[in-house]
């Protein structure tokens, strides 16, 4: 028989969590739940969970990003995938480059003041983030995925079952 695939979910709304947890359960994943990038870090050294779900506004605007790239830069971490759970509207491209896409976008007077820039290849499904740091630093990462808030649960398991292929 197969292990439950577990899901870490960061996230600061318990409401989120409530909500996340009954699509996940209900599907037949195991929850593990973090309300912040420290005890979300613990718990995916500890849990070793097969996908994380992050949110990016929590205790600050972007502590999502940085434990986007402390997964990233963790050898430990960084094979565990994971999705960026945002509001912010994403701009999609078929460009090979998700991030050539982003930086282009930068260029733009339209666009270069927004602090941050979510970008995905609709095509392969590539996707990135471009961000201006607190110290006005465009920073770079990509990701597995987007998800919309509010949830749609419907589209929760379909990125869930895309990334864990199950």
């Known amino acids: 028989?197969?292990?439950?695939?577990?899901?870490?979910?960061?996230?600061?709304?318990?409401?989120?969590?409530?909500?996340?947890?009954?699509?996940?359960?209900?599907?037949?994943?195991?929850?593990?739940?973090?309300?912040?990038?420290?005890?979300?870090?613990?718990?995916?050294?500890?849990?070793?969970?097969?996908?994380?779900v992050l949110d990016v506004m929590m205790t600050t605007h972007?502590?999502?990003?940085?434990?986007?790239?402390?997964?990233l830069n963790d050898p430990g971490l960084k094979k565990i995938p994971f999705l960026m759970q945002t509001s912010i509207d994403v701009l999609t491209t078929t460009r090979t480059s998700v991030q050539e896409m982003a930086r282009q976008y930068r260029q733009d007077?339209?666009?270069?003041?927004?602090?941050?820039?979510?970008?995905?290849?609709?095509?392969?499904?590539?996707?990135?983030?471009?961000?201006?740091?607190?110290?006005?630093?465009?920073?770079?990462?990509?990701?597995?995925g987007f998800l919309r808030k509010p949830i749609d649960p419907e589209r929760v398991l379909q990125e869930i079952k895309r990334i864990l292929g199950n």
Do not use: C, H
């Open 1 to 52: 028989m197969n292990a439950k695939k577990k899901i870490l979910v960061v996230d600061d709304d318990p409401d989120v969590l409530t909500v996340m947890e009954t699509i996940l359960k209900k599907n037949g994943y195991d929850m593990i739940t973090a309300t912040n990038k420290e005890e979300g870090l613990e718990k995916a050294r500890n849990e070793k969970p097969d996908l994380a």
């Open 62 to 71: 972007y502590e999502g990003f940085e434990m986007a790239q402390a997964i």
């Open 109 to 144: 007077p339209s666009y270069k003041e927004l602090q941050v820039i979510l970008v995905k290849n609709i095509n392969t499904g590539e996707a990135g983030i471009d961000y201006r740091s607190e110290d006005g630093r465009n920073i770079w990462f990509p990701v597995n």
